[in-house]
Nanobody, 126 residues
Framework: QVQLVESGGGLVQAGDSMVLSCAAS????????MGWFRQAPGKEREFVGA???????SYEESLKGRLNISRDNPKNTVYLQMTSLKPEDTASYYC????????????????????WGQGTQVTVSS
């Protein structure tokens, strides 16, 4: 059974930084792209960023400069680092795994991800 488990969420202050982790089990994602999405209350889930198997990244334009996605393949884990947090970053953050191998560009579409974590809540207070 494939599982993606996010961790690292919680209550933070505006201006703080955070690092979310996504640990995969049940299969290796060594050659697969991984994505991060978020969903704020009352809003649709949106793309945050993604990383290919080679380490190429793609970030939501409005979040560029505050994001860094990395991966540790031996640990089968992906990380999302976000700096200068704002109250509008409050959301549940989801990790997603693409079952297609060797994708050269990270997908921004939720439809191209086959595995999803349960999400971790991030609340940014002002």
């Amino acid at each position: 059974q494939v599982q993606l488990v996010e961790s690292g969420g919680g209550l933070v202050q505006a201006g703080d930084s955070m690092v979310l982790s996504c640990a995969a089990s049940g299969r290796s994602f060594r050659f697969n792209a991984m994505g991060w999405f978020r969903q704020a209350p009352g809003k649709e889930r949106e793309f945050v960023g993604a990383i290919t198997w080679r380490g190429d990244t793609s970030y939501e334009e409005s979040l560029k400069g505050r994001l860094n996605i990395s991966r540790d393949n031996p640990k089968n884990t992906v990380y999302l680092q976000m700096t200068s947090l704002k109250p509008e970053d409050t959301a549940s953050y989801y990790c997603a795994g693409d079952s297609t191998v060797f994708r050269t560009r990270p997908s921004r579409s939720q439809d191209e991800y086959d595995y999803w974590g349960q999400g971790t809540q991030v609340t940014v207070s002002s």
